[in-house]
């Protein structure tokens, strides 16, 4: 599933994937495969992520239940 509220998330701080990449310490490939949903980044990687873009885990990680 694509996570596309990290994307907004990123997008609305100004940043590329690179450069979130840089402050997270992971490549650019790895926050692209994030957002589109083919990787499950560790939970420690997601803190960063949500340190770095100013959100909780609930608003950038969490998946409602499709019912």
Do not use: H
């Not at 996570?3 to 402050?23: I, V």
């Not at 997270?24 to 873009?53: F, H």
Request: aromatic content about 4%; glycine content about 4%; hydrophobic content about 40%.
């Amino acid at each position: 599933m694509k996570n596309l509220r990290l994307k907004s998330a990123r997008a609305a701080k100004d940043l590329s994937q690179e450069a979130l990449a840089q402050l997270v310490g992971v490549s650019r490939q790895t926050i692209n495969a994030i957002e589109k949903g083919d990787y499950n980044p560790t939970i420690r990687l997601c803190i960063a992520i949500c340190r770095v873009l100013g959100k909780t885990l609930d608003e950038l990680f969490w998946e409602e239940d499709a019912e």
